[in-house]
């Protein structure tokens, strides 16, 4: 069982300040895929916490390579750049290293400017509260893992049992929120719920697969409080072995949080 004491998003990835440029983790299990590996999605929230920290702004736009994997129990050492640094903008970069390996390249765009109007083009899919919403069961294999972490609710999905070979239209829907968090939603938790497009592989194809991340771009809209975010996922394609899928972020209220893109490589449950 993972630990859940009440934390903000960056006590939950753990990730500790060594210089003005450099932070750490450790990648312990509420960090961790089911294989034992470091969750994407903590990957893509610690590079955005360690580049908002050091630049005082805040993230507009991030995307992350992931090229390696970090073990359970390995230290990841994440260096900051600033690349480019405007009176509104900043452009910088974070790459994640385990010893001599790079595992992950976040680049990101940050900053606010002052523009008179603004406006959200797409609504929250119709859904019932998260409470109301059925629970997603976990696999044996999800223990002592970031999935023990969060609470997922489907709003559209299938459970383990009705994953019978049949497609669906690709689409999954649901209410997710990290258990622990007590200090909002913020850009690297949206970070980490940006990761589901693999599970959601899944779902699209009706098996038990999912895949692993080769990358996630994430774009943020607007932060406003809320206790879950819905996330309305789109399998686009599974072709060659890879799939491919977007994901808008919508908080209670309906506002648009934020939208991902992935692309995985698709594979089987062993279990």
């Known amino acids: 069982m993972v630990s859940l004491h009440p934390v903000d998003s960056r006590a939950f990835l753990g990730l500790e300040r060594a210089d003005n440029s450099k932070f750490a983790l450790h990648v312990v299990p509420r960090l961790t895929t089911s294989g034992g590996f470091l969750f994407g999605g903590a990957g893509l929230g610690a590079g955005i916490s360690a580049l908002e920290t050091v630049t005082g702004r805040r993230c507009t736009w991030a995307t992350a390579q992931y090229l390696s994997y970090a073990r359970r129990d390995e230290r990841v050492d994440v260096e900051t750049f600033v690349v480019v640094e405007g009176s509104s903008i900043t452009q910088a970069r974070a790459t994640c290293r385990v010893g001599d390996r790079e595992i992950l390249t976040v680049n990101a765009a940050l900053g606010d400017r002052d523009f008179d109007s603004a406006g959200q083009f797409v609504a929250m899919p119709d859904s019932i509260a998260p409470e109301a919403a059925r629970p997603r069961t976990l696999r044996a294999a999800h223990a002592n893992s970031i999935m023990e972490a969060l609470d997922m609710r489907y709003?559209?999905?299938?459970?383990?049992?009705e994953l019978?070979?049949?497609?669906s239209d690709g689409r999954t829907i649901m209410w997710v929120r990290i258990k622990s968090l007590v200090d909002g939603i913020d850009a690297a938790a949206l970070g980490i719920m940006g990761d589901f497009?693999?599970?959601?592989v899944g779902q699209a194809l009706g098996l038990r697969a999912g895949g692993n991340s080769l990358d996630n771009t994430i774009r943020f809209a607007t932060l406003v409080p809320t206790d879950w975010v819905l996330l309305d996922i789109q399998v686009e394609s599974v072709q060659r072995g890879f799939g491919h899928g977007t994901?808008?972020?919508?908080a209670q209220n309906g506002a648009l949080l934020a939208t991902a893109s992935q692309s995985c490589i698709a594979r089987k449950w062993k279990t």
Request: hydrophobic share 40%.
């Open 164 to 167: 019978d070979g049949t497609s």
């Open 247 to 250: 994901i808008q972020m919508f």
């Open 155 to 161: 709003v559209k999905g299938r459970d383990l049992d």
């Open 197 to 200: 497009v693999p599970m959601a």
